[in-house]
């Protein structure tokens, strides 16, 4: 079983930096793809940024390419996302998910992920 745990969410102003952390239990999480989600009020989950297991491959949506950061530091179970130059339609709780097995593809498909966070508020003030 994998439990994760996402810190750093807050109140930022437009043009800010956060970075989110997912804290994971469980020695297998280091062989995981790990996804990060958001889910602004009102709107469906959406897919934000991917990370392969061994950090070597990473993924994001098109809306946040450029501005933010996905990385990892496996002897800390532990990823990352980093966002800067935030705007208001980054407002959202953001969740990290785990995918169940090291066998599996990173995906950008929220269903795929097995183990989920509890998420963080990020809210961007204008």
């Known amino acids: 079983q994998v439990q994760l745990v996402e810190f750093g969410g807050g109140l930022v102003q437009t043009g800010g930096s956060l970075r989110l952390s997912c804290a994971a239990s469980g020695r297998t999480f280091s062989t995981y793809p790990v996804g990060w989600f958001r889910q602004a009020p009102g709107k469906e989950r959406e897919f934000v940024a991917a990370?392969?297991?061994?950090?070597?491959?990473?993924y994001y949506a098109a809306s946040v390419k450029g501005r933010f950061t996905i990385s990892r530091d496996n002897a800390k179970n532990t990823v990352y996302l980093q966002m800067n130059s935030l705007n208001a339609e980054d407002t959202a709780v953001y969740y990290c998910?785990?995918?169940?097995?090291?066998?599996?593809?990173?995906?950008?498909?929220?269903?795929?992920?097995?183990?989920w966070g509890q998420g963080t508020q990020v809210t961007v003030s204008s």
């Open positions: 990370i392969t297991w061994s950090g070597s491959n990473t």
């Open positions: 998910a785990a995918r169940g097995s090291a066998s599996y593809p990173v995906s950008r498909e929220s269903n795929d992920y097995n183990y």
